[in-house]
């Protein structure tokens, strides 16, 4: 028996400003050389027309959970819709029909609403006895799940809400891109030669950091003679030992917790040591004592900018301790990569990552430790020829590469005005920073 997918329903095109209606998607004919029962949409996304799943048959569809996969849970049919139409997202709430992320814009499956008991069929089975312990404790647990044998990974977080079941699932790719396929700065591969100290990756969730991450890794583990040591929850990419030997621990299934895994890390004779979300004073003071102690440290963090990095860093500690952090981060932070994620006019790319690079050179160094944060931007443009680059000019670079278009470049610019300039090739001095 053939396993039914859910179809998809498809929104229309998004306007600045207008709220974004989903309509269902009318089965069309099957484009030449598809194979049989695969639909056309009616409504094509930006990168040309995609194909939908298999359309359900009769009037009420819906998952049949006995019709899954024997062997595999039966959430793997929506696992599986979301690789068929190269989603980024899964979402399942009860009360409602399934979702996935495509583009960056939420769209609904043609499914009928799952019920509770439906999402604890659905939901359960992707649990193992500890994880179910966590969740029914602290109302939330993380873990990866992979469909199929290691057909794709899926990042999971199961949630509840309201008394209710949810599920969120962030799709990451199996292969580890290059700096070159996912449109990097070239002077990202400058941060890669460090032996020793603190790069950060900063973004909103969604940006891309870990795969840019990962990227980096990668880079490494086929370049050098290394011990990378990753601590993650969970383990999303995972590294093939190349010229590298690379450890992966996941935090809760191979060490008890982060702190003891912080703690084992420098005894682990690591040279690259990848510690996943700083997230609290804990985890940064660990992250720092491994870079003081001749190890080179990966570690990301929530912020919009690589100057406002430095803020957000000081706010996981008491003002008190504001001017000794300074301190630490000035003589142990070697680069902060800022990252968004824009959507990209480039055939057969769907999103294109925009970075700022900020290399802490004496100059930088000096504005963090004067607490002159509001330069630290002049102080990148000044910088240029080692590597820094901003926001605008990596929009520009990405503008007139054609990887995004002009409306999208100004929407992400953190100054439009100053990027039109740009535009027109007109450049503004950088005021005096000192």
């Avoid at 048959?57 to 049949?64: A, K, Y």
């Avoid at 032996?195 to 870990?210: E, F, P, W």
Wanted: glycine share 6%.
């Amino acid at each position: 028996m053939s396993n039914p997918t859910p179809k998809v329903v498809t929104p229309v095109a998004a306007q600045p400003g207008r709220v974004v209606t989903p309509v269902a998607a009318q089965p069309a004919a099957a484009p030449a050389g598809a194979a049989p029962g695969v639909a056309k949409s009616t409504v094509a996304m930006s990168t040309g027309a995609f194909a939908s799943p298999h359309p359900i048959n009769g009037d009420t569809p819906g998952l049949d959970l006995a019709a899954s996969v024997p062997g595999e849970p039966p959430a793997n049919q929506l696992f599986r819709t979301v690789m068929r139409h190269n989603g980024s997202d899964l979402h399942l709430k009860a009360g409602l029909p399934g979702a996935m992320r495509l583009r960056g814009v939420i769209q609904k499956m043609a499914t009928k609403a799952i019920s509770q008991e439906e999402m604890e069929k659905l939901l359960y089975p992707l649990l193992n006895a500890k994880q179910r312990i966590v969740l029914d404790e602290t109302g939330g647990a993380d873990f990866a799940h992979v469909v199929g044998a290691d057909e794709c990974r899926f990042r999971v977080n199961i949630l509840k809400q309201r008394g209710r079941l949810a599920l969120v699932a962030r799709r990451v790719n199996t292969s580890i891109p290059t700096f070159e396929k996912l449109g990097l700065p070239p002077s990202i591969e400058k941060l890669c030669h460090y032996d020793q100290g603190l790069v950060i990756l900063a973004g909103v969730t969604g940006s891309g950091k870990s795969t840019t991450i990962a990227s980096m890794l990668e880079y490494m583990n086929q370049r050098e003679a290394l011990h990378i040591l990753t601590i993650e929850d969970p383990i999303e990419f995972v590294f093939v030992d190349k010229m590298s030997i690379v450890n992966q621990r996941e935090v809760y299934l191979d060490v008890i917790d982060w702190h003891t895994a912080l703690k084992h890390a420098v005894r682990e004779d690591p040279d690259v040591i990848l510690v996943g979300e700083m997230r609290d004073q804990e985890t940064f003071e660990a992250g720092v004592h491994a870079a003081e102690t001749g190890h080179v440290v990966f570690g990301t963090i929530h912020a919009s900018t690589s100057a406002s990095t430095i803020s957000r860093i000081l706010d996981l500690f008491p003002p008190l301790q504001h001017h000794a952090i300074r301190q630490t981060l000035a003589f142990n932070l070697k680069a902060v990569v800022a990252q968004k994620l824009l959507p990209s006019i480039k055939p057969g790319v769907s999103r294109v990552p925009s970075n700022e690079i900020m290399i802490i050179n004496p100059t930088i160094k000096d504005l963090i430790l004067k607490s002159k944060d509001d330069k630290l931007l002049d102080a990148m443009r000044i910088g240029f020829l080692e590597g820094m680059v901003d926001f605008t000019q990596n929009l520009l670079d990405l503008l007139n590469r054609g990887d995004i278009d002009r409306a999208t470049a100004l929407e992400f610019a953190p100054n439009p005005e100053q990027l039109k300039m740009a535009i027109k090739g007109i450049k503004v001095a950088a005021p005096g920073i000192l």
